[in-house]
């Protein structure tokens, strides 16, 4: 699904954020990438959903060359990925359905269906009871599980979640981490960005990088 | 199709939504360029009720030739060939001295004054009519005529309808100046509107694209912003210039009765209005559009 070859990304003035990685994740697959801050974790899943293009090497995405896709095809391409942002990324000046309804609206849902899936994802995350609430009434967790209804709203077949439990302790971080492997089983390809290696379960394949390499 | 169907609905709920979270400010910015455009707009109808006025004027004057009473009969005879093969010469009438006396004495009731008189102190005259109503072709007559001997005077009372023409003639191109740099001015405060929104709205734009939003998606709700606010500033316009005209006519017309002329003032037709709201709601988009174009799409 996902295929990595000698990708290598380097910013104008500053150092190589990725070099020479090559890397390959199958359809249904779930990989946890572990490494420190700065490793280059978040770099690798901008350039799985094209948020960031290489600066050497190609990345592959169903066989389509994401280096080499022209800016109009980019959306089109983001709206089959879910995306789990680090600082959640939430519109405060929308509630909480709201906020998960942007990524169906974006996609063209009818506003009958997409309020149905709205409400389908946020009864998933536990949080259906709060669909009035604005975002900043949200606790941390709850904010995180917010970002992952939105990014499971429109069922993608690939979810990219980058540090999904950076910032919560261990019971809500097993809450999140247990979502994702939810969505991973109904055959949801997941990939999750973790600078913490206990989020790692000994089931799911882990990807270590270091320094921009992968080890 | 359905999905850009879907996309246009979902802009025009957040259009609305847009306004409903700062309604005031809106339609204060509304009123601002309905205003505006009522100025031009009466200009405008003023500048039209002066067109027809003009229009309303004979538009073949006569010019008047004053024969010299010392002439002799080969000058008199001259000018008479010289008047038949005037340009564009539609009439000619002669009122010989003998005539204009005896109209004058009638008229002025002047009786037996007038033949105590030592001579006849009127000339011969000629009153002739254009077949057009031509500033330059009157000139061109009266330089002609001047410089005849039989000539003491040309008059022309056809210059000054001319003039008048001109004026308003001049009126109009001010008037569509004003309404270029008008239009101007509601594109850049439109613009304006739209790009301090942008702004305001940057970390929805952003998270927007990240989950596969195009640029006509993130443009649309803006575009149809600026629509909407030159849609109901032409229709404040339009409002405005109906409660003007229902002002002011009665009281034109009761100024004008007296002078035996018709309203100067003339509310527009429907489809003027129409086209006038139309106008001013593409000049929204437009607005919209210029900033769209330099805040998202560079």
Redesign the interface.
């Known amino acids: 699904m996902i295929r990595f070859e000698e990708v290598s990304k380097h910013y104008s003035g500053g150092k190589d954020i990725l070099q020479g990685v090559n890397l390959s994740l199958e359809q249904g697959e779930m990989v946890v990438v572990t490494g420190q801050s700065g490793a280059g974790k978040t770099t690798l899943l901008k350039l799985m959903?094209a948020?960031e293009r290489p600066s050497h090497g190609s990345v592959w995405l169903n066989e389509q060359n994401i280096g080499h896709l022209r800016r109009?095809a980019v959306?089109?391409?983001?709206?089959?990925?879910g995306?789990v942002?680090q600082d959640h990324?939430l519109?405060f000046?929308r509630d909480v359905l709201g906020n998960v309804l942007?990524?169906l609206?974006?996609?063209?849902?009818?506003?009958k269906d997409a309020l149905a899936r709205a409400r389908a994802a946020l009864d998933k995350v536990g949080l259906l009871d709060r669909e009035k609430s604005r975002p900043i009434a949200l606790s941390g967790g709850e904010q995180q599980r917010l970002c992952i209804a939105?990014a499971v709203a429109t069922r993608p077949p690939l979810i990219l979640a980058d540090e999904p439990t950076g910032n919560l302790d261990r019971e809500y971080a097993n809450s999140i981490l247990d979502m994702l492997i939810n969505f991973n089983r109904q055959g949801t390809t997941v990939v999750i960005a973790s600078h913490d290696a206990d989020t790692v379960t000994t089931k799911h394949r882990t990807v270590r990088i270091h320094r921009g390499k992968l080890t | 199709m359905k999905a850009w169907w879907v996309h246009v609905q979902y802009a025009w709920r957040t259009v609305f939504r847009r306004w409903a979270e700062a309604p005031f400010g809106h339609a204060l910015t509304v009123l601002g360029l309905g205003v505006s455009l009522i100025l031009l707009a009466v200009l405008f109808m003023v500048l039209m009720g002066a067109q027809r006025a003009v229009d309303g004027l004979p538009a073949q004057g006569a010019v008047l030739v004053y024969a010299n009473p010392h002439a002799s009969d080969a000058d008199r005879q001259q000018l008479s060939a010289q008047i038949d093969v005037l340009p564009k010469l539609a009439h000619k009438q002669f009122i010989s001295r003998a005539a204009a006396l005896s109209e004058l004495t009638q008229k002025l009731s002047l009786g037996e004054m007038a033949h105590q008189l030592p001579d006849n102190p009127l000339p011969d005259t000629w009153v002739l009519t254009p077949s057009v109503l031509d500033v330059t072709l009157i000139q061109q007559w009266t330089q002609t005529l001047t410089a005849l001997p039989a000539v003491m005077l040309v008059q022309s009372d056809t210059v000054w309808v001319g003039q008048l023409r001109a004026l308003v003639n001049t009126g109009r191109h001010i008037v569509l100046l004003l309404a270029g740099l008008l239009a101007l001015g509601l594109v850049s405060i439109l613009g304006l509107a739209v790009r301090l929104q942008i702004v305001a709205r940057l970390p929805e734009i952003d998270v927007s694209r990240m989950i596969g939003a195009t640029d006509h998606f993130i443009a649309r709700p803006f575009l149809y912003f600026g629509l909407l606010e030159g849609l109901l500033a032409g229709l404040v316009a339009v409002f405005g210039v109906w409660l003007l005209t229902v002002d002011l006519l009665p009281r034109l017309d009761v100024l004008l009765r007296y002078e035996g002329q018709t309203s100067l003032i003339v509310l527009p037709s429907l489809q003027t209005q129409a086209a006038f709201v139309l106008a001013s709601a593409l000049l929204g988009w437009l607005g919209a559009w210029l900033a769209v174009r330099q805040a998202l799409w560079r």
Do not use: K, M, Q, T
């Open positions: 959903a948020l109009s959306p089109w391409l983001r709206r089959n990925i995306f942002f990324r519109l000046d942007l990524p609206e974006v996609a063209g849902f009818g506003r939105r």
